[in-house]
């Protein structure tokens, strides 16, 4: 089955500890994207990459990193400098930058620190 | 000014009517126009999108677009109980060599049987 996969479906963490959350794709998508959903507020880029070892900051990167060391895999590391890092994580990609609004995303990842 | 302002809702229709979500858009430079819908605790699934101004049918959805009034909306004919989801709209808007997608809060549609 092609598609994106995200583990794990739910993550808790104690305050103070860094996570990291994985995102795979085998549809030989160039492009992949990390976003968090909060209630009442729509999909926050948190950092996207268009090719292997290369990314870019989103909108909202501070708090996190990321690592792209093979296409399929763009794992996000949520570290304790993030100041609210409850929320629902999303994984996407697509054919390569350019086509950026065919995204895909994966089933997500709720992650809830206390 | 959000840059995509969307209704949060509930939206409620009965089974069977026509639902209409609508979505405005702040960047005139924006190209591209999307809707996907969001079940409750599930991720976005595309459903449609929209390029140029007029209408785009698929089965029940029909998006329209508007540019000069920055506006573009997602129309369910003959809603089912099944369409009871959250609606997002996102725009892309070109440039810089990445072409950012911006999404709405979402409208969470109701369809009473």
């Known amino acids: 089955d092609g598609g994106i996969t995200q583990s794990p479906k739910y993550l808790f963490r104690k305050e103070g500890q860094n996570v990291t959350l994985s995102c795979e794709q085998n549809?030989?998508?160039?492009?992949m994207y990390w976003y968090r959903q909060d209630p009442g507020q729509g999909l926050r880029l948190i950092y996207y990459?268009?090719?292997?070892?290369?990314?870019q900051k989103g909108d909202i990167a501070e708090g996190y990193s990321v690592s792209r060391e093979k296409k399929e895999s763009f794992p996000l590391t949520v570290t304790s400098a993030q100041k609210n890092p409850t929320a629902f994580y999303l994984c996407?990609?697509?054919?390569?930058?350019?086509?950026?609004?065919?995204?895909?995303f994966g089933p997500g990842t709720r992650l809830t620190v206390t | 000014q959000k840059e995509v302002e969307q209704n949060s809702g509930p939206l409620s229709v009965p089974e069977g009517a026509i639902a209409s979500l609508n979505c405005t858009y702040s960047?005139?430079?924006?190209?591209?126009f999307f809707w996907y819908r969001q079940y409750s605790g599930k991720s976005p699934e595309l459903i449609m999108f929209?390029?140029?101004?007029g209408d785009k049918e698929d089965g029940r959805f029909t998006a329209q677009l508007n540019k000069a009034s920055q506006y573009v909306s997602l129309l369910i004919r003959d809603s089912q109980p099944s369409d009871s989801a959250t609606y997002l709209c996102a725009v892309n808007v070109p440039g810089g060599g990445y072409q950012k997608v911006t999404f709405g809060i979402g409208t969470k549609l109701q369809v009473i049987p």
């Open positions: 996407a990609s697509s054919i390569d930058e350019a086509s950026s609004y065919e995204q895909y």
């Open positions: 549809l030989n998508h160039d492009a």
């Open positions: 960047d005139r430079g924006s190209q591209s």
């Open positions: 990459s268009q090719i292997v070892n290369d990314f």
């Open positions: 929209i390029y140029s101004n």
